[in-house]
């Protein structure tokens, strides 16, 4: 309809005052009407704030009640009144969100008080009829409580981690209508929490931690050095109370560390994923001295990250926790093996992701990754030509091979590193061993075998350059292969003898998760505290605690828990190290000797240019 001048609606008027009919405007329209909103759900949905209360999911509340025609969905629905023997509408969803803290989710983001603080006053009883106010809270809450459960509450860039790998949250619009159509609303939000064991004993751990009384396993036990049995010391005193054993610093006895004590020692390391030796270092005592602070912290972090994992699992997986250094193969459900793993140091941390193994390669070579070429593999050049050449690594350009005493390695930056690849040949020394895996992503992280066998009977299996060293890669490979036509260990035993690198594809692909969950089952099946091996633990806890998201209960025998520091070292690891890698306008060179041209020179005149960092392979440059 077109938009009418002052004059028009002037001349509209006269016509109807009997004025010629020719200057009649036939299309004229009726004075428009305020729209209807007889329950106020939406002039509150467009203010935004609903009793002092700021509601966090306006489009989706929006887009919610519209398709209801602003229909009340919970004050005036009868559905509510099954949700419990309560008189009260409501009940049995407020306890719900009341009990949030169950799961380390803060019962205040859900605005219980006032939605208590309403249904008390008797506004959403049935008899009460409606109450717009609280419909739009109970809503809101219902949407962010399950937003939360399903998905990451923190900024994945914040924990240096890709969003892209976790489960993604469910939409909250969606998650109202299924809780409004559920015949219980209740029973759909739980329905929406993670179903594996791990999480429902992490929960009872919790209610545990909050309300148990306090025992003289909060004494802690202070040891100057290491502490080994037969030794005695004044430390031992604490020792022995720690283990729940006498102690009496008027008994010259209780000073040793004698054997029965560490027996309890020992069985102590066994249950938290230690090395049983009886020997007391920084490890043992670092588990040893956790607090209720600390494993409360502890477990309301891999909780949250429990909640980020798809809940649908494929019938065949693998898993590697890399706190625990160990990995899981799974199928249908039940662990079909383990093993234990070598995983990246603190300062070359395995990243966490998901993605899957696609095939094997036997008798692999290796290409050393950018990382060690620059800050491992160049300082040694620099000084020795021939270091690599010693070691059995051989420098290729463009596919043939490169005499290293040929290249100035003082004239060579960062840059140029990207146009020569290092490889080493199959071989006993390769560090791949004799498999690797094939399975795609943006870190350069998979899995392999390893010539240095030793380093799985360490309790600190973190020694990597950031890829994952497997016990039993053989194993592996079989598990990955096996669901090709023709496949036996045999036929893997014969490629393995020829020595020859030989690619395979798996025809089903199976899918891999490299998890970092600091808790996980012992072989008894007892919860098992483990290592904050990146300190991951006390940088995801921080980032809770400053959108406040951690609440507790109301009655709790410990006051509230401390939030952790996070270490200065996290900073100091976010930094590059590079070594000592001279710019091209530094370098003085013998003229003589090289002939520059292009980036680096080799003695022959021979020139490499840098390959573009982006258009690098990435599967062809790890560890």
């Not at 050095?225 to 031992?236: A, D, T």
């Not at 950018?370 to 593999?377: A, G, L, M, R, S």
């Not at 600091?518 to 091996?533: A, E, K, M, P, R």
Request: aromatic share 8%.
């Amino acid at each position: 309809m077109c938009a009418l001048s002052s004059q028009a609606w002037a001349q509209a008027a006269d016509a109807a005052n009997g004025l010629p009919q020719e200057l009649v405007l036939e299309d004229a329209p009726e004075p428009a009407e305020k729209a209807s909103d007889p329950t106020g759900l939406q002039e509150l949905l467009e203010k935004g704030l609903v009793s002092g209360k700021s509601v966090k999911n306006k489009d989706a509340l929006k887009a919610f009640y519209e398709a209801r025609e602003y229909k009340p969905a919970w004050v005036k629905n009868s559905l509510l009144s099954q949700l419990s023997s309560s008189p009260k509408i409501g009940e049995s969803l407020v306890v719900l969100l009341e009990n949030a803290w169950k799961h380390g989710l803060n019962p205040k983001h859900y605005h219980v008080d006032e939605i208590r603080k309403q249904l008390e006053q008797g506004s959403g009883s049935l008899l009460g009829g409606g109450n717009p106010a609280l419909d739009v809270l109970m809503s809101d809450a219902i949407a962010s409580y399950a937003r939360d459960l399903t998905g990451m509450r923190v900024n994945a860039k914040k924990l240096s981690l890709h969003s892209r790998y976790w489960r993604e949250s469910v939409d909250e619009a969606d998650a109202l209508l299924q809780a409004s159509q559920a015949q219980s609303p209740a029973a759909y939000l739980r329905s929406l929490l993670p179903e594996g064991r791990l999480y429902k004993a992490l929960q009872s751990e919790l209610e545990t931690l909050y309300r148990a009384p306090l025992t003289d396993e909060e004494v802690p036990v202070y040891v100057d050095g290491v502490l080994r049995p037969g030794q005695s010391r004044k430390s031992v005193l604490a020792l022995r109370k720690r283990m729940g054993g006498e102690s009496d610093d008027k008994i010259a006895a209780h000073y040793v560390y004698d054997d029965n004590l560490a027996q309890s020692v020992m069985a102590f390391q066994s249950a938290h994923g230690l090395k049983p030796d009886g020997i007391i270092g920084t490890q043992t005592l670092s588990v040893l001295n956790k607090t209720r602070d600390d494993r409360i912290n502890q477990v309301l972090v891999n909780m949250e990250r429990l909640r980020w994992l798809d809940q649908e699992k494929p019938d065949r997986y693998v898993v590697v926790n890399v706190p625990a250094a160990k990995l899981w193969a799974i199928e249908y459900g039940q662990i079909a093996f383990d093993m234990r793993v070598v995983v990246g140091r603190y300062k070359r941390q395995t990243n966490i992701f998901n993605t899957e193994m696609t095939g094997v390669r036997f008798n692999p070579t290796w290409t050393v990754p950018p990382t060690i070429k620059e800050e491992d593999f160049l300082p040694e050049l620099q000084n020795d030509p021939l270091y690599l050449a010693d070691r059995g690594i051989e420098l290729v350009h463009s596919g043939s091979t490169v005499d290293p005493t040929t290249i100035d390695w003082t004239a060579v930056t960062s840059n140029d590193l990207h146009g020569i690849q290092m490889v080493q040949q199959p071989s006993a020394s390769n560090p791949l061993g004799k498999v690797r895996i094939f399975m795609a992503n943006p870190y350069n992280i998979y899995l392999h075998d390893t010539n240095k066998r030793s380093y799985f009977e360490r309790s600190n299996r973190a020694l990597s350059s950031g890829c994952v060293r497997m016990e039993d890669a053989q194993k592996i490979a079989h598990f990955v292969m096996q669901g090709n036509e023709g496949w036996s260990e045999e036929k893997m035993e014969r490629i393995l003898a020829s020595g020859k690198k030989t690619d395979l594809s798996a025809d089903v692909h199976v899918p891999v998760y490299l998890l970092y969950q600091t808790i996980w089952f012992g072989d008894s099946g007892q919860l098992v505290y483990g290592h904050d091996l990146y300190d991951r633990d006390v940088v995801l806890r921080r980032a809770l605690y400053d959108i406040d998201g951690v609440g507790y209960p109301a009655l709790m025998s410990v006051a509230t828990p401390t939030i952790p520091k996070v270490p200065k070292r996290v900073y100091a690891a976010k930094r590059v190290h590079k070594p000592v890698v001279k710019k091209k306008e530094e370098v003085v060179k013998n003229t003589q000797a090289f002939e520059k041209k292009g980036s680096f020179s080799f003695m022959s005149g021979i020139t490499i240019e840098p390959k573009n960092k982006d258009g690098i392979d990435l599967l062809t440059f790890n560890e």
